[in-house]
T-cell receptor, first 114, second 115 residues
Framework: EAAVTQSPRNKVAVTGGKVTLSCNQT?????MYWYRQDTGHGLRLIHY???????EKGDIPDGYKASRPSQENFSLILELATPSQTSVYFC?????????????FGPGTRLTVL | GDSVTQTEGLVTLTKGLPVMLNCTYQ??????LFWYVQHLNEAPKLLLK?????KRTEHQGFYATLHKSSSSFHLQKSSVQLSDSALYFC??????????????FGAGTRLAVCP
């Protein structure tokens, strides 16, 4: 069974603070993704990665950075958190080069920025 | 660019009744469509996928048919159960994303099944 884990599962941060969300996958997938989920918007892509050392901007990258230090780990960084970044964040992994490639999601991190 | 529209935000049904959740899409290229299901406090999981025109695909009692002529991929089930209560997302794979497999998600439809 595919395994994607995220930490922390819940986080309360203060405006202007730095937040790091971590994701680990044991699927040996090249592709990894960060999404945020908000009511009425579905899942929106923030950043993605093709493999260790690579990060690319998704559809809504402003205010976020990403880091992929290894095949297994992909982090999302909020340097200066704002209340508008309060959301549920999902990490996912998927095979590269396969047309029907399913994305496997982690359990999500609920972030509240006060 | 690519887009996915799910017109219903909430669908409430009594157990045993049929359901259809609407999904329409816009893309310039050949479409790959997916349905993901997310139960409360869980991760989204793949339910169905298709890129073949007019062919029904089925899984766990749910089914959908991609109709390129109407740009639709509606999700159906003949008899809903309490356990089907969840959030359902329709998603479109962007052909231009190549091996990255970028997905564009609809806003989601919450299905609530009552006893």
């Amino acid at each position: 069974e595919a395994a994607v884990t995220q930490s922390p599962r819940n986080k309360v941060a203060v405006t202007g603070g730095k937040v790091t969300l971590s994701c680990n996958q044991t699927n040996n997938h090249n592709n990894m993704y960060w999404y945020r989920q908000d009511t009425g918007h579905g899942l929106r892509l923030i950043h993605y990665s093709y493999g260790a050392g690579s990060t690319e901007k998704g559809d809504i990258p402003d205010g976020y950075k990403a880091s992929r230090p290894s095949q297994e780990n992909f982090s999302l960084i909020l340097e200066l958190a704002t209340p508008s970044q309060t959301s549920v964040y999902f990490c996912a992994s998927g095979e590269r080069g396969k047309r029907y490639a399913e994305q496997f999601f982690g359990p999500g991190t609920r972030l509240t920025v006060l | 660019g690519d887009s996915v529209t799910q017109t219903e935000g909430l669908v409430t049904l009594t157990k045993g009744l049929p359901v259809m959740l609407n999904c329409t899409y816009q893309t310039t290229y050949s479409p790959f469509l997916f349905w993901y299901v997310q139960h409360l406090n869980e991760a989204p999981k793949l339910l169905l996928k298709s890129s073949t025109d007019n062919k029904r695909t089925e899984h766990q009692g749910f089914y959908a048919t991609l109709h390129k002529s109407s740009s639709s991929f509606h999700l159906q089930k003949s008899s809903v159960q309490l356990s089907d209560s969840a959030l359902y997302f329709c998603a479109l794979r962007s052909v231009l994303s190549g091996s990255f497999n970028k997905l564009t998600f609809g806003a989601g439809t919450r299905l609530a099944v009552c006893p």
